[in-house]
């Protein structure tokens, strides 16, 4: 089985601080995505990576980052967290065979900027 | 960009009744796939269609994707108190990124 982990399932940080989230997949997948979960808004993408130290920006990168170092693990970084970056966070993975792109989610990070 | 609309946003529904969800798509795509997420969970790969008029089915769950891949829509039959939860669709374009669907929330009532 598939396994996406993500490094915290709660963060509480206070506006203005850097905030680093991390994601492990066990799978040898070369894709991995950073999306946020509001209610309904549904999953927006943040960043994906499509090999290690390549990036790409999804629909809304505005005021995050990410770095690929290695394959298997994919960070996203708020620079200077602000209450709007309140929200879940989930990390994905897939294979790059278009045949089967399904993506494997992590249990997500639920993240709180007071 | 791709915008993948999906309605209704929230369902309620009696144990027993059936339930739909769409999915619409601006442009063309090469796949569709859909995804259940539970209460306090992650979402989770249900399956992919791929080709134009496609159907599959999974038990009371059935899947249909339009004869212009640009909508699609998940059936149940009879729903019961395990299928709550929000059933995003999400459209593959050719590449690896997906566009999600802004999901519907399904609560089943006894």
């Known amino acids: 089985d598939v396994k996406v982990t993500q490094s915290s399932r709660y963060l509480v940080k206070r506006t203005g601080e850097k905030v680093f989230l991390e994601c492990v997949q066990d799978m040898d997948h070369e894709n991995m995505f950073w999306y946020r979960q509001d209610p309904g808004l549904g999953l927006r993408l943040i960043y994906f990576s499509y090999d290690v130290k390549m990036k790409e920006k999804g629909d809304i990168p505005e005021g995050y980052s990410v770095s690929r170092e290695k394959k298997e693990r994919f960070s996203l970084i708020l620079e200077s967290a602000s209450t709007n970056q309140t929200s879940m966070y989930l990390c994905?993975?897939?294979?790059?065979?278009?045949?089967?792109?399904?993506?494997?989610f992590g249990p997500g990070t639920r993240l709180t900027v007071l | 960009g791709q915008q993948v609309m999906q309605i209704p946003q929230y369902q309620h529904v009696q144990e027993g009744e059936d339930f739909t969800t769409y999915c619409n798509s601006s442009t063309t795509l090469s796949n569709i796939q859909w995804y259940k997420q539970r209460p306090g969970g992650h979402p989770v790969f249900l399956i992919q269609?791929?080709?134009?008029?496609e159907v599959k089915k999974q038990k009371r769950l059935t899947f249909q994707f339009g004869e212009a891949k640009k909508n699609s829509s998940l059936h149940i039959t009879a729903t019961q108190t395990t299928d709550v939860g929000t059933y995003f669709c999400?459209?593959?374009?050719?590449?690896?990124?997906?566009?999600f669907g802004t999901g519907t929330q399904l609560k089943v009532e006894l």
């Open positions: 269609l791929v080709k134009s008029g």
């Open positions: 999400a459209g593959s374009g050719g590449g690896n990124k997906l566009t």
């Open positions: 994905a993975s897939s294979p790059s065979d278009p045949r089967t792109d399904t993506q494997y």
